[in-house]
Nanobody, 127 residues
Framework: QVQLVESGGGLVQAGGSLRLSCAAS????????MAWFRQAPGKEREFVGG????????YYADSVKGRFTISRDNTKNTVYLQMNSLKPEDTADYYC????????????????????WGQGTQVTVSS
């Protein structure tokens, strides 16, 4: 069984930085793309960024491009989201997710293309 556990959320002032981590248990972490999504109160869950199984390709939502960086360490079964220049509109619960199918070079952006989810970590950016 696959379990994903996020950590690193918190309260930060606008312009600050946070680094989220997502630790995965279970087999075959290194075979699957991983992604970060976020959900603000009253809004739908939205794609933030994703990374292919081998870390060779990343893709970001326009709203975070140039400010957020996703990376992974397959030796530690962990994916990271470095968030810089944070804005109040980045306030949300952040979730990591594992892709539905192994390998591949495409980074999916829809929630139904991911089969496992963490419980989320809250990020609050004050103005």
């Amino acid at each position: 069984q696959v379990q994903l556990v996020e950590s690193g959320g918190g309260l930060v002032q606008a312009g600050g930085s946070l680094r989220l981590s997502c630790a995965a248990s279970g087999r075959d972490f290194s075979n699957y793309a991983m992604a970060w999504f976020r959900q603000a109160p009253g809004k739908e869950r939205e794609f933030v960024g994703g990374i292919t199984w081998n870390g060779g390709n990343t893709y970001y939502a326009d709203s975070v491009k140039g400010r957020f960086t996703i990376s992974r360490d397959n030796t530690k079964n962990t994916v990271y989201l470095q968030m810089n220049s944070l804005k109040p509109e980045d306030t949300a619960d952040y979730y990591c997710a594992r892709g539905r199918f192994p390998w591949g070079g495409r980074i999916a952006t829809r929630t139904d293309e991911y089969s496992y989810w963490g419980q989320g970590t809250q990020v609050t950016v004050s103005s």
